[in-house]
């Protein structure tokens, strides 16, 4: 851990790092906060609209602010935005100031757990879900390796074992 004692989870949409983050902060007693629940709460919209009226780039620009802002806390455990790994200062902060956990999940458990809902305006497109995952996996995946310090598997083992991996390389 870092001086900061802070837990960062990054990885795709649909790899979990909402639940098992949630989850993890009870266990130990930490606080649990989900960047893209605090860029809703301070935007008074919920992502598909921010996305709407702002497009993409006006979101990314809120979570630049926020991860900044959050990454300076101490003692939490914080889910981030599949999208989040995409700019270099979110990059920096988030390797610099808590250990980087980068849930890794296959292409198919990705799409069964995207599909249940339509709070992801990047899958919202006329495009299908498998090919855009695939290509957000092909473009992201070389960044969440590089700026994890533990990977973790999350596809193929139940919330407790991602947990228990995690908490392990503590
Ligand atoms: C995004 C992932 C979403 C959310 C937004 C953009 C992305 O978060 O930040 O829809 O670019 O992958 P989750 O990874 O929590 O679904």
Do not use: C, W
Request: zero cysteines; glycine letters at 8%; a positive charge.
């Amino acid at each position: 851990m870092t001086s900061q004692n802070n837990i960062f989870l990054i990885g795709l949409m649909g790899t979990g790092k909402t639940t098992v983050g949630r989850q993890l902060a009870r266990k130990l007693k930490m606080e649990f906060i989900d960047s893209d629940k605090v860029i809703e709460e301070r935007t008074g919209a919920d992502i598909p609209l921010i996305f709407e009226k702002e497009g993409e780039a006006g979101f990314r620009k809120r979570e630049v602010s926020i991860i900044d802002e959050l990454t300076q806390k101490k003692n939490i455990i914080l889910a981030t935005g599949g999208g989040a790994i995409l700019n270099a200062e979110n990059r920096s902060h988030l390797v610099s100031r808590g250990t980087v956990f980068y849930l890794k999940s296959n292409l198919k458990t990705l799409l069964a757990r995207t599909s249940k809902n339509k709070n992801r305006p990047l899958l919202n497109t006329d495009e299908p879900a498998e090919d855009i995952l695939k290509r957000l996996l092909a473009e992201r995946g070389p960044l969440y390796e590089a700026a994890a310090d533990h990977t973790i598997e999350s596809a193929n083992n139940s919330i407790h074992s991602v947990i228990h991996a995690i908490i392990k390389s503590l």
